[in-house]
């Protein structure tokens, strides 16, 4: 009877009820919308990222590798690859293992000479997609093509960033110097093709990328500085570098949240976001559901005075009322949640969130789920119910003679 | 055995910093089964005797026992079993319960008793029918006449089978015609029950149907 009660004062001031309601529906759908597209935008930043060239696990012969080691291999190359590279593979979640090598080196073009920094991946294991529909799995793929082709078998090529090509005015078929020092201080020189010109972000137009087999033309090097390893699912990432770190113990294994500054730093930043966004709808649920049942209360204290007289406790009445709170809780939740799934659905038949990054146009589907759901209403029901505590603390306390007398 | 004892009791509200005297030295005694009238005109402490009566409220000084009980004693949630167990009140503008409907007002009081569910369904229709609102058990209470919602009120107090009824104006809102109905209820239903009934009152309809009179004035008993 007591909830049954609580219900039917809920449906009673049905428009009160309605714009009670209305402020968590809204919060909870626009949360819920908010986090799904964040959560959609960061999972293409991840995937890019492991896809750029950090893979899901980085594996190097140490730590310092990873801040003095990525151009300038001479002290980090890893003994015994082939068979530490076979042993990795043989793992059932790795589907791929690349080595690779990155170093500093002169390229001469035709107005000017400038440094790059080279990284070298077997020509099999790299892949630059060409536009940003095509999408590669398991292989290194550091960006999008807009001229030229991926390295052909057997032949010294080079792939440069635009804004190196437009330094160095040159174009693709037309041979690139590229010139490194040696440890010793030898000079080594060679001459590529350039087979590709990529579209690079900021930090990437200083990049190219040749062959691995070609590397010997500029470095001496017989075995890589570092590993690069896909796995079938990214949840397996732990997993792995457990084992990972057990199985070679001398080597650096990590993760590539680990060396993924930028990511991290986004999604810090749109948590925080997402937290002051949570904390503000927090604050006006708890604003609405308090005035809300305050007035609840007001307009009911002689009725509360005669379910106190005819025995109804305390401890009751304040149940009553909160359950009250609760049930517009989750009646609001509920249905905050029902709308922002139907609004993500609105959205997507629409075409998505219009995105851009990078000089592309991306349009972002939203796809909440579940948890999302339950992660934008759980704190909404809780607040429901504490927003109600001082109007039902109150109302329990009410002298029985003077609410009678109201 | 006293059903109402009442002992140097006196009551004070304060308004501001002025404290206003409700009830004066007040001893009273009412026997078992008896149907008392208390009668005044307003602000001469009826309602205000009927609330220390009814345990709803508390003397500033005085005692008050009820069944031999002193309410003083007793702590909220007691006092909530006590107004439930012994207790049945009937109010001048009825204060049904506007979201339940005719049969749900009357069962509300019964839930706080340990009664089982058929019994409480029984003792609901015994009382609906015997305040002849068997065809409108279903309705809520503003589908309903004054004389009507009373009734429920009625059937409300009487069906927890208190001791004691507490009825504060019972006919101020409704016609002669509906208020005599009421009174003919309340007195036949008290003679089957043979409840003690405390009635205050302005209605000389009420007066007829009470042996003992108590006029109260400025807070006061000035006759018994």
């Known amino acids: 009877m007591i909830i049954k009660i609580a219900v039917k004062n809920i449906m009673r001031n049905k428009r009160r009820t309605i714009l009670t309601s209305l402020a968590m529906i809204l919060g909870i759908a626009s949360l819920l919308i908010f986090t799904s597209f964040i959560s959609e935008q960061m999972k293409g930043f991840r995937e890019g990222i492991i896809r750029e060239g950090l893979g899901h696990i980085q594996i190097a012969s140490n730590e310092s590798f990873f801040s003095k080691g990525k151009f300038d291999p001479s002290a980090f190359i890893i003994d015994n690859s082939d068979s530490i590279e076979l042993k990795i593979k043989s793992n059932q979640d790795v589907i791929n293992v690349i080595p690779s090598i990155g170093f500093s080196a002169m390229a001469a073009g035709k107005n000017k000479t400038i440094t790059l920094l080279i990284k070298a991946y077997p020509r099999d294991k790299i892949h630059f997609s060409k536009d940003q529909n095509e999408t590669v799995n398991g292989q290194i793929s550091p960006s999008f093509l807009i001229h030229?082709?991926?390295?052909?078998?057997?032949?010294?090529?080079?792939?440069?960033?635009?804004?190196?090509?437009?330094?160095?005015?040159?174009?693709?078929?037309?041979?690139?110097?590229?010139?490194?020092?040696?440890?010793?201080?030898?000079?080594?020189?060679?001459?590529?093709?350039?087979?590709?010109?990529?579209?690079?972000?900021?930090?990437?137009?200083?990049?190219?990328?040749?062959?691995?087999?070609?590397?010997?033309?500029?470095?001496?090097?017989?075995?890589?500085?570092?590993?690069?390893?896909?796995?079938?699912?990214?949840?397996?990432?732990?997993?792995?570098?457990?084992?990972?770190?057990?199985?070679?113990?001398?080597?650096?294994?990590?993760?590539?949240?680990?060396?993924?500054?930028?990511?991290?730093?986004?999604?810090?930043?749109?948590?925080?976001f997402l937290k002051v966004i949570s904390a503000i709808m927090i604050l006006v649920t708890v604003f609405v559901v308090m005035n809300t049942m305050s007035m609840s209360v007001f307009e009911r204290i002689r009725e509360i005075g005669t379910m106190r007289a005819v025995g109804t406790s305390r401890k009751r009445i304040f149940s009553m009322l909160s359950i009250e709170g609760f049930c517009l809780g989750i009646f609001g939740s509920f249905v905050g949640i029902v709308f922002g799934f139907l609004l993500s659905f609105a959205i997507n038949a629409l075409g998505g969130i219009p995105f851009s990054y990078d000089g592309f146009d991306y349009h972002i589907l939203i796809s909440p789920d579940f948890s999302d759901a339950i992660k934008a209403a759980l704190p909404v029901l809780f607040v429901s119910l504490l927003g109600t505590l001082p109007a039902a603390y109150k109302g329990s306390r009410l002298s029985v003679a003077e609410t009678l007398r109201y | 055995m006293n059903s109402i004892l009442i002992e140097n009791v006196s009551k004070n509200y304060t308004l501001g910093k002025v404290e206003v005297p409700a009830l004066k030295n007040i001893n009273l005694s009412v026997k078992h089964g008896e149907i008392i009238c208390l009668m005044g005109p307003s602000g001469s402490g009826k309602s205000t005797l009927l609330n220390l009566i009814g345990a709803l409220d508390s003397p500033s000084n005085g005692e008050v026992h009820i069944n031999g009980e002193n309410i003083a004693s007793l702590t909220d949630r007691a006092l909530s079993k006590?107004?439930?167990?012994?207790?049945?009140?009937?109010?001048?503008?009825?204060?049904?319960?506007?979201?339940?409907?005719?049969?749900?007002?009357?069962?509300?009081?019964?839930?706080?008793?340990?009664?089982?569910?058929?019994?409480?369904?029984?003792?609901?229709?015994?009382?609906?029918?015997?305040?002849?609102?068997?065809?409108?058990?279903?309705?809520?209470?503003?589908?309903?006449?004054?004389?009507?919602?009373?009734?429920?009120?009625?059937?409300?107090?009487?069906?927890?089978?208190?001791?004691?009824?507490?009825?504060?104006?019972p006919t101020a809102n409704l016609d002669h015609k509906t208020g005599k109905e009421v009174m003919d209820l309340i007195s036949s239903m008290n003679k089957k029950s043979g409840a003690t009934v405390i009635f205050a009152t302005h209605d000389p309809i009420v007066s007829n149907y009470t042996k003992k009179i108590i006029r109260l004035k400025d807070g006061e008993i000035s006759e018994s």
């Open chain 1, 148 to 272: 030229g082709n991926n390295f052909s078998p057997e032949t010294d090529e080079i792939i440069i960033g635009d804004l190196a090509a437009k330094i160095l005015g040159i174009k693709c078929g037309e041979i690139l110097t590229i010139m490194s020092i040696l440890p010793g201080g030898a000079l080594k020189a060679s001459d590529f093709t350039v087979c590709g010109i990529y579209k690079g972000s900021e930090s990437g137009k200083i990049y190219a990328y040749i062959p691995y087999e070609s590397r010997g033309k500029l470095i001496d090097a017989e075995s890589p500085s570092s590993f690069t390893v896909f796995l079938s699912s990214e949840n397996q990432t732990d997993n792995t570098i457990l084992t990972l770190k057990n199985s070679y113990p001398e080597l650096s294994v990590k993760p590539w949240h680990e060396l993924a500054d930028f990511y991290t730093q986004v999604n810090g930043m749109y948590s925080a």
């Open chain 2, 82 to 169: 006590f107004r439930n167990r012994t207790l049945g009140f009937i109010f001048q503008s009825f204060n049904l319960i506007p979201v339940l409907s005719v049969s749900e007002n009357i069962e509300y009081p019964l839930l706080m008793q340990d009664i089982s569910s058929s019994e409480r369904k029984n003792r609901v229709n015994e009382y609906i029918d015997a305040v002849g609102l068997t065809p409108y058990s279903n309705r809520n209470p503003d589908e309903l006449s004054g004389g009507q919602r009373q009734r429920v009120a009625i059937a409300r107090a009487l069906a927890t089978h208190p001791s004691i009824i507490i009825a504060d104006e």
